[in-house]
């Protein structure tokens, strides 16, 4: 069993619905990272959490810890949020830079 | 100013050669990460390079990959002896470097646009 679990692995969604990921985690962790991977391969960050709550734009992210589960929501989907969104988690008393990877959620929104 | 860059963006080769990819940081970054990412598997850490530290290679897979940073910025990801189950996308990631005192201490890595592996 993977350390890192996201749900689903795939998405498709008509624009302007609103998006939940999940990801499940079952080691201690120190962070927990989402990431988004557009077709071509570039990945760029979208949060870092420990705790609570954050939000950006049309993006929140949650983590429960003593649940070991973190959701990414996206309000108003648009086509131009189709991409993969990879969950990454920093173990607790691991290095500060070596992050454990869940295989990522596709997204696919349609017009 | 420039991203992360890597060379080639693909790279086709034959069962048992050699091949080089290469990773250029953002410059004034001196924390480097190589990983990789197979068909339907998550990112898989393969190696960190800190400034002058001893590198972490914990997560190299076999001794026929290796990894090099010269004069701290530029690396190279070398595997030997190509085989089929080697392809997949290697990524290149830099950031500053967490302070190493402090565990929770960590900033953001800054990712290629990887290279596109296929060993035939």
């Known amino acids: 069993k993977n350390e890192v679990e996201q749900s689903p692995q795939n998405l498709t969604a008509q624009e302007g619905e609103f998006i939940t990921i999940n990801c499940s985690y079952s080691v201690g962790i120190s962070a927990l990272h989402w990431l988004q991977q557009h077709p071509g391969g570039g990945i760029v960050s979208l949060f870092m959490?420990?705790?609570g709550k954050k939000k950006h734009g049309r993006l929140i992210a949650t983590i429960n810890i003593q649940e070991k589960h973190s959701s990414l929501h996206i309000t108003a989907s648009h086509p131009r949020d189709s991409a993969v969104y990879i969950c990454?988690?920093?173990?607790?008393?691991?290095?500060?830079?070596?992050?454990?990877f869940g295989k990522g959620t596709l997204l696919t929104v349609n017009p | 100013g420039a991203g992360v860059s890597q060379s080639p963006s693909n790279k086709v080769t034959e069962k048992g050669k050699d091949v080089e990819l290469r990773c250029d940081p953002i410059s004034g970054h001196t924390a480097l990460y190589w990983y990789r990412q197979s068909l339907g598997q998550g990112l898989e850490f393969l190696i960190y390079?800190?400034?002058?530290?001893?590198?972490?290679k914990s997560g190299l897979p076999s001794d026929r990959f290796s990894a090099e940073r010269t004069g701290g910025s530029v690396s190279t990801l070398t595997i030997q002896r190509t085989q089929q189950e080697d392809s997949a996308v290697y990524l290149c990631a830099s950031s500053f470097p967490g302070l190493a005192a402090n565990k929770n201490s960590y900033n953001e890595q800054f990712f290629g646009p990887g290279t596109r592996l296929t060993v035939l």
């Open positions: 390079f800190q400034g002058n530290s001893a590198p972490d």
């Open positions: 990454a988690v920093r173990v607790s008393g691991g290095s500060n830079y070596k992050l454990t």
């Open positions: 959490l420990s705790s």
